[in-house]
């Protein structure tokens, strides 16, 4: 049957409706395991969360239980598109895929021949979390050496400051939340972005009586299933997670017997926060004492809490220092030592999967420049600090992504894409806002139209997702345009090229003893290390055993460190001693008396899902929370358009009055599509790509601005 758009009907009638398993591909540490009906006709369903998998244990978002608007959406691209006319024009032709692949093989050669094979950039990230569709584009890369990609933009902070302390990216099996006494859930609006989370946390209030704790920057709707919710200030986790140890050091709550055994300098962190009491923190996060005294008395006194700690929190210039510092409350208290107790935040560490044939990793030339994701916008505008003091970068394929959306310092990033000179192929499910700035736009499958392999960041579950359904005949899956590529740029010889996904999956697994063909049978495998090992009872993942409260932080190995080409980032000479608030963020003067933040929206992630009628109906429209007090002083009142602005540009808004948003704080949810914004401009433009200490990453939610009614 020939596909129709809007239709996808392209698997034969299969006689009667099926049920197929697969996973969640979008960029959640969730990688939730999926039922998926699959009708007579080929279509697919309802989408439901697995009840045989114990971490989704049945439950998913909304965003992908409705993933069948998603795969038969009418604005699905469906063939290769070549730009006519001026960039991001928007005026296209259809063109086949060979001349599609030959134009851009062409680009590449043209590209390397004037400037050197560093002129080519292949970017991509998560759009897909599938190792095999995500990361080939790897392979093509080092093949070729084309100029590398450093991938900071997501979770170098928060990984760099846990590992400064337990040494290893591990922790305790988060399907332990439903064994905890208490949950503190910090810096990650789980309700929106990490569902299952609250499965397993609500489990403990229903079984255990267990209190939960909130730690965020804003009532969003994490907070409001609150027993004890704390709103504080962005940016300043580390100076509540100092007072909080400062109070169990005073009132008896630190299991010194613990420490002494498991930590580094606990005699010298005790004499460091004798000085970061509780009143201390209340000037910097805007807490009350009081509040900072009932967490610590409650944490102190419950030995299985349970420390999950998210991404938000760490999205700031300090945010490395902060998870660090909220690590170490866990260790203070020895919570480590309990079922339902400890700090967890990544099961990164536990997957022992053999990526160096699929990524080329043998191909790797130390000597080829690295270039930072988050800087893109700095990267293509000819900053030359950002470009390695090399040459120009002139073409570029990008899969996975949506840089002209979700970068920081939007408007370098777009005056870039715009240069005459720079050749983009753009890797797509819809026309986003990077596609509609690209030379040639390719259709791409969606995650039930190939077969990949997925691991969940958020527990312990390597998944398999087969191929379920037929694709339209005119989408091609990202490893068939790098192959394809390949063999144009006369690199398919080499390993790792030219084999199926299957092969490239059972090419992964040597540590596990099965293929391909087991894991279909078996649909994940359970890597949760044994319980001594996920709560470092025989020692942390430093040489000695011991947790850093003293962490090393420009020598302690960290899994995304950049290489030694880039060095250190940031203001890294500032980073404290012991666990400390290091005012490194963007604080607020007198042309800047607001902090923003950009948390994620609740029916989008990144910026998909902003395509679906039923997400932007549920959202609304680009808005920014301001406080009453806040918008009464500056004349603005509910649904006024507002601008805000610094040094990176300005934007117009509709303003939303809540006292959600704390007073001096300014909060935008979600990446919406830039042409949503009044002015054709996205959040972005106010955020800024300066790297955080010590290892990079993106400051997104730490900007100062200045706010004003617009008056035009």
């Not at 003091?389 to 949506?402: D, E, K, S, W, Y």
Request: aromatic share 8%; glycine share 10%.
């Amino acid at each position: 049957m020939e596909y129709r758009k809007a239709m996808n009907v392209a698997t034969p009638n299969l006689g009667k409706p099926t049920i197929g398993h697969s996973v969640c591909p979008h960029d959640c540490p969730s990688a939730c395991a999926l039922d998926i009906e699959i009708g007579a006709d080929g279509r697919i369903g309802k989408v439901r969360g697995s009840a045989d998998n114990s971490y989704t244990a049945g439950v998913i978002c909304a965003k992908v239980a409705r993933y069948a608007d998603r795969l038969y959406h009418p604005d699905r691209l469906m063939k290769p598109l070549r730009r006519r006319g001026e960039k991001g024009g928007g005026d296209w032709q259809e063109i086949s895929w060979e001349a599609a692949l030959d134009e851009i093989a062409n680009a590449f050669v043209t590209a390397e021949q004037a400037h050197g094979s560093e002129a080519v950039w292949p970017y991509y990230y998560a759009g897909t979390m599938g190792q095999v569709q995500r990361d080939s584009i790897d392979r093509l890369r080092h093949a070729k050496r084309y100029s590398g990609f450093f991938d900071s933009i997501c979770t170098n902070t928060a990984w760099t400051g846990y590992v400064m302390g337990t040494g290893s990216l591990r922790g305790p099996d988060p399907r332990e939340m439903a064994k905890a006494d208490c949950v503190v859930i910090w810096g990650t609006n789980a309700v929106a972005t990490q569902v299952n989370v609250m499965t397993h946390a609500t489990r403990a209030r229903k079984e255990r009586g267990a209190k939960l704790v909130v730690i965020d920057i804003y009532d969003n709707p994490t907070m409001k299933q609150a027993d004890l919710a704390l709103k504080l200030r962005p940016g300043t986790d580390a100076a509540l997670a100092c007072a909080v140890m400062h109070i169990a050091f005073r009132d008896g709550y630190a299991d010194r017997p613990y420490m002494e055994k498991f930590a580094d300098d606990p005699a010298g962190l005790e004499a460091h926060l004798s000085t970061r009491g509780p009143e201390w923190a209340a000037a910097i996060t805007g807490l009350s004492v009081e509040e900072i005294e009932a967490f610590a008395r409650l944490v102190g006194e419950t030995k299985r809490t349970f420390f999950r700690l998210g991404y938000g929190f760490t999205r700031s210039r300090n945010g490395s220092v902060s998870m660090h510092a909220a690590a170490s409350v866990a260790t203070v208290l020895g919570s480590w030592q309990y079922e339902g107790g400890g700090a967890f935040h990544n099961n990164g560490a536990i997957f022992r999967l053999d990526k160096r044939e699929l990524m080329g990793l043998d191909m790797v030339d130390p000597e080829i420049r690295e270039l930072d994701q988050s800087q893109i916008g700095r990267v293509l505008t000819g900053d030359p600090v950002a470009l390695r003091h090399r040459g120009p970068v002139t073409a570029m394929l990008i899969q996975n992504t949506n840089p002209a959306n979700i970068a920081p310092e939007q408007r370098l990033v777009k005056r870039g894409f715009l240069r005459d000179d720079l050749f983009v192929a753009v890797h797509e499910h819809f026309m986003t806002d990077t596609a509609k700035l690209a030379d040639i736009v390719l259709p791409a499958t969606m995650f039930v139209e190939h077969d990949d392999l997925y691991r969940g960041g958020g527990h312990q579950h390597i998944l398999l997702g087969p191929k379920l359904v037929e694709p339209p005949s005119t989408v091609r899956t990202n490893l068939f345009v790098i192959d394809e590529l390949a063999k144009r740029l006369g690199v398919a010889h080499l390993p790792g090229f030219g084999l199926s996904e299957r092969e490239h999956i059972t090419r992964m697994l040597p540590h596990y003893e099965t293929d391909y063909d087991g894991l279909a049978e078996e649909k994940w495998i359970d890597c949760q290390p044994d319980f001594e090992t996920a709560h470092f009872a025989k020692g942390f993942g430093h040489p000695d055993g011991k947790f850093r409260f003293r962490p090393d932080w420009t020598a302690t190995p960290a899994p995304n460190q950049p290489p030694a080409s880039i060095g250190l980032l940031g203001p890294h000479q500032a980073l404290p001693a012991f666990p400390d608030y290091v005012a490194v963020i963007e604080t607020v003067d007198d042309a800047h008396p607001f902090r923003l933040a950009t948390p994620p929206a609740r029916t989008y992630l990144n910026s998909s899902f902003t395509e679906m009628k039923w997400s932007r109906e549920r959202e609304g429209r680009p808005e920014v929370m301001v406080h009453p007090a806040d918008a009464e002083a500056n004349g603005v009142a509910d649904g006024d358009i507002v601008r805000l602005g610094n040094g990176r540009g300005e934007i117009r808004l509709h303003a939303k009055i809540t006292d959600a948003a704390k007073p001096g704080v300014l909060i935008a949810e979600g990446v919406w599509p830039n042409d949503t914004h009044l002015d054709g401009e996205g959040i972005n433009v106010l955020t800024g790509a300066d790297p955080v200490a010590p290892y990079g990453g993106a400051a997104l939610h730490d900007n100062r601005v200045w706010l004003a009614k617009d008056t035009a």
